[in-house]
């Protein structure tokens, strides 16, 4: 029986479904980045259509399904757009998120005393690892592994049936407050932060690099509405840009300290870091690893990177804390594109990228320590138990304990 989901693939990739090596040459991809940020929305479209075209193959003609941990066409999942999903898809996402937020930590009290319930696992593993996840050589595969562990997680203890979904920051470069992801509504994930007006500017101070400056953006104080709004964010801060340049952190994050979420949202933020000229710049003009990594996080003292970007864009506590940052909702979609940028990018040339690593195991190498290499082993922690997995695993999205593809 052919599946219901290989036919709505394969209608969603017409129409170069049929030979998708007899490629016209309108349709091969871009190899530079355009400075429009209209041809460049274009541009990264065809880079991540290319992507998709490139991993179907690679799982349909996976015969033996042991190769690729048993990733099949009837058991891929497909990540979308959030712009792209039904309002019944929002509101069953958004269920499953506040339905983790109602169930009981698995993380003991003496680990956590913070960790409230199962929501608060995830934030609880990000701030324990935090200074070996961010800027270290596993950035990219631990957070691609921490998403999945939540997606898991929905599905597993909340019941979510639905796709996966990711933020498309090239979309809300305009104004941040009607992105779809932020604008309040009861299928969004809340929206602002109540205005404070007169705050002082934010200044980010990186290890020693020249500190970057923003404006507080657009809000400051507690969310005033949409689904979220009665949310607690429970631990932290940790590492916590305040307006004005000051740090605000507990003396231990993991403590139980339980306040509002706040958002400022920011949208000359997204617009300079995040905007599609960016996203495809940033896939297409750097081709080692380092490099792509590096930009896609910030150079130190330059930028932030579409990463620091979308984080900043949001703004407020925990927005602006690297650390304590899962405990905003809006993280997973955020980090979704993340992965799919990765994943596009890897796509570009699997042979020379899919298992390309760099960098060591402690943040920009403070203090030194060894290199990451596939064998080094990660974990979820409490918030999904298991066995390490060795960094080899989490390279491809379609092998290892993966089996998913962008849309
Ligand atoms: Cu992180």
Redesign the pocket.
């Known amino acids: 029986m052919i599946s219901r989901r290989i036919l709505t693939l394969a209608l969603l990739l017409a129409p170069n479904w049929a030979s998708p090596t007899a490629t016209s040459p309108s349709m091969l991809p871009p190899t530079v980045a355009s400075s429009s940020t209209d041809i460049a929305a274009v541009q990264v479209n065809q880079l991540a259509r290319s992507a998709l075209n490139l991993a179907l193959d690679i799982v349909i003609n996976n015969t033996t399904s042991q190769e690729s941990g048993g990733c099949t066409m009837e058991k891929l999942r497909v990540r979308r757009d959030w712009r792209a999903f039904s309002r019944a898809q929002k509101r069953a996402y958004i269920e499953s998120v506040l339905c983790l937020t109602h169930l009981p930590s698995s993380t003991p009290a003496k680990d956590a005393r913070g960790a409230k319930n199962r929501y608060d696992d995830f934030v609880a593993v990000?701030i324990v690892k935090?200074d070996f996840?961010?800027r270290t050589g596993a950035f990219l595969s631990w957070?691609r592994y921490f998403v999945h562990g939540f997606e898991q997680t929905l599905r597993n203890e909340c019941g979510y049936t639905g796709d996966f979904p990711y933020w498309n920051w090239g979309a809300d470069t305009e104004d941040m407050t009607k992105s779809e992801v932020f604008d309040g509504s009861d299928t969004s994930l809340s929206g602002n932060g109540a205005f404070i007006p007169n705050q002082p500017d934010i200044s980010v101070d990186m290890a020693g690099y020249p500190r970057l400056n923003f404006t507080a953006g657009t809000g400051g104080g507690c969310m005033t509405s949409g689904p979220f709004q009665d949310y607690t964010v429970d631990m932290g801060p940790s590492t916590l840009s305040m307006p004005g340049g000051n740090v605000s952190s507990m003396s231990n994050p993991l403590d139980y300290n339980p306040r509002c979420l706040k958002r400022s949202l920011t949208t000359s933020i997204l617009q300079r870091y995040a905007n599609y000229t960016a996203i495809a710049q940033l896939i297409l003009n750097y081709h080692d690893i380092w490099d792509f990594e590096t930009v896609l996080q910030g150079v130190p003292g330059s930028g932030l990177g579409v990463h620091g970007g979308g984080h900043y864009a949001m703004g407020g506590d925990p927005g602006r804390d690297?650390d304590v940052?899962?405990a905003d909702p809006a993280f997973w979609h955020h980090h979704g594109m993340i992965d799919r940028v990765w994943w596009i990018w890897q796509h570009l040339d699997l042979d020379d990228r899919q298992q390309a690593i760099s960098g060591t195991g402690t943040f920009m190498n403070q203090p030194p320590s060894p290199n990451t290499t596939l064998d080094t082993m990660v974990d979820l922690g409490l918030a999904v138990r298991g066995a390490p997995v060795a960094m080899r695993e989490l390279m491809s999205t379609t092998a290892g304990p993966f089996c998913y593809v962008y849309l």
């Open positions: 990000h935090s996840v961010h957070h690297m940052s899962p």
